[in-house]
């Protein structure tokens, strides 16, 4: 409750700054539409049109929440048209991609901190990979997959892993290298073997660094799921709707995608910082 | 070297090679350790005797001279786990309870788990800890931390200890009453103890030998063998006998600052 008050008070500074730019932006058209119709406007008159045009520069923020709400509480989450369903196609592609992407991220991270040689060799790799913009790369990936018969969901999910994989990797190299020199040297008085020293201390040592970075990652693989529905044709997913709303300038539509994308983002990070803070707090490693 | 010597070192020396140049961490040191002896390593920062333990314990390879611990290399002490060591931090894992630490090197080690159960029991019993076996590191103060690391120690048969200054961190009354338990810990247990502090009553009151040790290079500056009795409540230290070794100590580190 202690966070609610300053987290309010920013969204309420938002909206309003929100209304006011959404004036600013739809006048030029509201004066447009007036002078062809040959009426003058009054101020009353000009702020209640720049905030109910139906294709806005920048629609009000009770345009795109009735937008969301028509398209999500009033229509069937079967329909083509609700954005439930849309994000679920949206959504099963992220989850896919994040656990794709976690598994390969720690999988080379132990391959790394394991094995001399990949650790030179690999790392530069992973960086190189991050650097090619994912725009580019993504209708290829569709592409090449599409030849060999492979369409829908493992397309768009694997370029969510592409992006998702990247700050495991970084995170649980570090994480799976945090135990100190007196940990390691205790294993070693011990005799420990290299599976005995990566299963009772290297893994659990690394667990605030895998959840730091998973939060991470499951942003990065929503943003890649939104990304990889833009070159298939606008079908379906909250890329799709962002698409084909830029298609007609439907504005509002662009924004409650928008919105619903976002909305559904901090939810996934939320989860996974809930179970952050009951797994570290088990493990009587929470900051 | 006698049929009863458990650590001996010939000639030892080990030098760091640094962007400074060549550190002489130890120099030409000798020493016989027998079996049931309690010695104390003591002198200022730098003057090899972390180092001396770690070489003792296969953490770090000499440059030159020999080592044996129980007959054999360092190493192959290390692999028939002939020695339990206690670092400066307890280092217990905070996802496992004290008993769950003291198990891990017997997890490691593949002792079965009723043995291992047992064994937890007793040398938690040994270090007056019975009762905690289910709490976790962080519901402990500095003190039975420490105690529970050294039980960790002891968990698993190894005749020999080697502690790296494990009561450092520790404010002094309870490292009064950590070197009463230990000394008794030791006439029970029969172990032959290698001990590193900083502290000249700590080392007087527990050892039956005192190696003082000096810097630059590493090495041993003296050898007091202790003529205090075997069983030392915590007065004998205002005894004369005491504040006599305790003097002679005194002497060997001061000799040993003598260049600077």
Known sequence: ?287 | MSNNTIISAKNLSLTFQTNDGPVHALKDVSLDIEKGDFVSFIGPSGCGKTTFLRVMADLEQPTGGLVTVNGVSPEEARKARAYGYVFQAAGLYPWRTIGGNIRLPLEIMGYDKADQAERVKRVLELVELDGFEKKFPWQLSGGMQQRASIARALAFDADILLMDEPFGALDEIVRDHLNEQLLQLWARTQKTIAFVTHSIPEAVYLSTKIVVMSPRPGRIADVIESSLPKERPLEIRDSPEFIEIAHRVREGLRAGHSDE
């Open chain 1, 1 to 287: 409750m202690r966070n609610l008050f300053p987290v309010l008070t920013v969204v309420a500074a938002l909206i309003v700054l929100w209304y006011g730019a959404a004036v600013w932006l739809n006048t030029p058209w509201a004066y447009d539409k007036a002078q062809r119709a040959g009426v003058e406007l009054s101020t009353t008159e000009l702020i209640k049109d720049t905030w109910s045009q139906k294709k806005p520069k920048l629609p009000a923020p009770h345009q795109v929440t009735r937008e969301i709400w028509k398209t999500t509480v009033e229509k069937k989450i079967t329909s083509k048209r609700s954005l439930i369903y849309h994000s679920w196609v949206t959504l099963s592609a992220t989850l896919l991609g994040f656990a794709l992407g976690t598994v390969l991220g720690i999988a080379l991270a132990v391959g790394i901190v394991f094995n001399r040689t990949m650790d030179m060799s690999v790392m530069p790799w992973v960086i190189t990979s991050q650097t090619i913009p994912i725009l580019a790369i993504a209708p290829m990936i569709i592409v090449v997959l599409n030849a060999v018969g492979i369409q829908g969901l493992l397309p768009k999910a694997i370029i969510s892993m592409y992006l998702s994989f990247f700050p495991v990797v970084v995170g649980m190299v570090k994480g799976l290298r945090s135990p100190d020199h007196m940990q390691l040297d205790q294993m070693r008085t011990w005799h420990a073997s290299a599976a005995q020293t990566f299963w009772r201390l290297r893994l659990p040592s690394s667990m605030p660094y895998l959840f730091t970075s998973l939060k991470i990652a499951m942003a990065a693989a929503i943003v890649g799921a939104i990304v990889g529905e833009l070159p298939t044709g606008a079908v379906a997913g909250l890329g799709a709707r962002l698409l084909a709303g830029s298609y007609y300038g439907q504005t509002i539509q662009i924004w409650s995608a928008l919105l619903v994308a976002a909305a559904l983002a901090a939810t996934l990070v939320a989860i996974i910082g809930l179970i952050q803070r009951i797994v570290l707090n088990r493990m009587g490693m929470a900051q």
